[in-house]
């Protein structure tokens, strides 16, 4: 008899697993969409947390950004957001933990997570050379 309590309780845990990694993976695909551009090749998103200079960061990315015609065509907008709450839980599914992080994103999804600017300019000058 306990031996079958055991086997229930223990296709319960794994149907609860399977059913919340499940869900996990539905919310992780449905953020990802609000993260792809609407304009442009890419979209680039800062996520900060409290503690740090974002706005340095943001100014820092924004100048980089519109320093040549090129890049500003693949990346027409970026954006800077606080990790708070909800969207930290969020930011989690898709793999950021620590913050500042900088997300590269295009039409078939986060092609790049990095605490770096310096890795995020590397990646965009790459495409830009190749358009």
Known sequence: MNHIKTTLISLLILTMVLIT??????????????LKPTQGQFSIHLFYGDIGNHQLDMHELNAYVNSDEKITNLIPQAQAREATG??????????????????????????????????????INIQAAAH
Request: net charge negative; aromatic share 10%.
């Open 86 to 123: 909800d969207l930290k839980k969020k930011l989690k599914t898709i793999g950021i933990n620590t913050f500042p992080a900088y997300a590269v994103v295009d039409t078939d999804g986060v092609q790049l997570i990095t605490p770096y600017l310096s890795e995020v300019k590397d990646f």
């Open 21 to 34: 990694s499940g869900c996990s993976e539905q919310e992780s695909s449905d953020f990802v969409e609000g």
